[in-house]
Each structure stands twice: as structure tokens, then as C-alpha cells.
């Protein structure tokens, strides 16, 4: 298995843009996590999705992030408008329902910079 | 992605000396306490876990102990080499679901 793969590695936005990152978890994890680590507060868990459900988005920080799962295989994180304060590494992780007994998977992130 | 800039506790050790790196969890509930390995440009990757009804795992020149009076857990690495140069995480799994909450990280520096 590839692991969990996301895309772009790398993203440069200016402020106002709209801003989609991806993931493809590993199949057959029926959970998924997005995070976002950032200097001043680490590793944030924004939402996680149990096959493809939301479960819990009471870390996005507000109505401008939003977080999809359309398929097992396919998740997208979208910031619309951006703006500088959203600069950070976003990362994807999966887990199978075993539980975080065998931990997480997590992809190499997504840097985004918004200028 | 990166654990870029972290205002981390740093800890510095000589190559080939032992490492111990060290984590207070919060939840006497936790069922598994897990460390991750972040290398510069890499997400966190899985090193070993403990289940709560344990005191120490052993792994390949890692060892976790886990002092659940103290609500303590470390993770202790031999002989340690550049490759281990990298921030840790402790993560516990604070409730019945499929969650970890990570604790803040520590850098560890190698010196050759």
C-alpha cells in the first residue's frame, strides 16, 4: 500500500483565494482525520469522518473551512476565502475501526501559505 | 509537511548515549498510550503503543513505560543514532472511540 496520500505537497495562495487539499486514505481504514499543525498550537484535530460520515467537526475553526468524504477513497479539506492566519500543515491520517490501538496512518501533508 | 518551528522542549543527546523522552497524559481512562516519530517533511509515523494494563513494552531500541499512578508515560531509545533526530509525540486514546489527543512534542537532537 502507498499509504495515505495527499495533495498538493505544497500550496502558495494569495488571501481571499479558495483553497482545496486532498486525500486518499488507505484502503480499507474506515476513518479518516485532518489535521493541522501549526507553531503556536501543534497538532489540531480539525474533523474525522467514520466511513465517510462526519462524526465530529468541532475543530474547524470556523464556517470558512469545510471537509468532504464522497467515497472511501477520497477526502477534500477546502478553505474558502483564505487568509494568512490559515498558514500551516494540514495533514490526513487514517485508521481502520480496530481502533487507535494500532494508531494512525498519517499522509506527508499538505504546507499551505497563504500571502 | 513538517513539524516546522515548533517552540518544542529540546532534547539533546550524543550519538550512541540513551534517549529518554518523557510525557504526562491526562486521562486515568486512556486505554493506549501510542509514540510517534515526525521527521523534518514527513507526518508522524507510528513507533509503539502500550495498553493501559502495562508497565513497559519493548521494542527494536525502543522501550515505553507507562506509570499510570503518576499518569506518566516515557519512551526510552538505545544506543541512539542521527536517523532517531526528530520530534516525538505521545498520544493516549482518551475515550471508547477511535480517538488519540496528542500531547505537544518533544525535539530530539542527535550529535554526531
Known amino acids: 500500500d502507498a499509504g495515505v496520500i495527499q495533495s498538493p505537497r505544497h500550496e502558495v495562495t494569495e488571501m481571499g483565494q479558495e483553497v482545496t487539499l486532498r486525500c486518499k486514505p488507505i484502503s480499507g481504514h474506515d476513518y479518516l482525520f485532518w489535521y493541522r499543525q501549526t507553531m503556536m498550537r501543534g497538532l489540531e484535530l480539525l474533523i474525522y469522518f467514520n466511513n465517510n460520515v462526519p462524526i465530529d467537526d468541532s475543530g474547524m475553526p470556523e464556517d470558512r473551512f469545510s471537509a468532504k468524504m464522497p467515497n472511501a477513497s477520497f477526502s477534500t479539506l477546502k478553505i474558502q476565502p483564505s487568509e494568512p492566519r490559515d498558514s500551516a500543515v494540514y495533514f490526513c491520517a487514517s485508521s481502520s475501526s480496530g481502533g487507535s490501538r494500532y494508531g494512525y496512518t498519517f499522509g506527508s501533508g499538505t504546507r499551505l501559505t497563504v500571502v | 509537511g513538517e513539524s516546522v518551528g515548533l517552540h518544542l522542549p529540546t532534547l539533546s543527546v550524543q550519538e550512541g548515549d540513551n534517549s529518554i523522552i518523557n510525557c504526562a497524559y491526562s486521562?486515568?481512562?486512556?486505554?493506549?498510550f501510542i509514540w510517534y516519530k515526525q521527521e523534518s517533511g514527513k507526518g508522524p509515523q507510528f513507533i509503539i503503543d502500550?495498553?493501559?494494563?502495562?508497565d513497559k513494552r519493548q521494542g527494536q531500541r525502543v522501550t515505553v513505560l507507562l506509570n499510570k499512578t503518576v499518569k506518566h508515560l516515557s519512551l526510552q531509545i538505545a544506543a541512539t543514532q542521527p536517523g532517531d533526530s526528530a520530534v516525538y509525540f505521545c498520544a493516549e486514546n482518551n475515550n471508547a472511540g477511535n480517538m488519540l489527543t496528542f500531547g505537544g512534542g518533544t525535539r530530539l537532537m542527535v550529535k554526531p
Open positions: 502500550i495498553r493501559s494494563n502495562m
Open positions: 486521562n486515568s481512562a486512556s486505554d493506549y
